[in-house]
């Protein structure tokens, strides 16, 4: 998986999955309306899309694997 779809994955279900906990247990008993919670979600998911996928990034890295391309070239 290249970095930007890895970091479009990761994101995107922590930052939904993250924003409906966070305003089932905690914005919605603040009275916070559930459109005004959709900011600090996306900007969670993003965030933690970017965090992730630099650290797959590292981790290929440290680890000297080569990209997916080169698996499906492979004899």
Do not use: E, T
Request: overall charge positive; charged content about 10%.
């Amino acid at each position: 998986m290249g970095f930007w779809s890895a970091a479009f994955f990761m994101g995107s279900f922590f930052g939904v999955f993250w924003g409906l906990f966070m305003w089932l247990f905690l914005w919605s008993r603040q009275d916070m309306p559930f459109w005004l919670a959709l900011a600090p979600a996306a900007f969670a998911g993003v965030l933690f899309g970017l965090c992730m996928a630099v650290y797959f990034r590292y981790l290929a890295r440290k680890h000297k694997l080569p990209s997916w391309a080169a698996y499906a070239n492979s004899p």
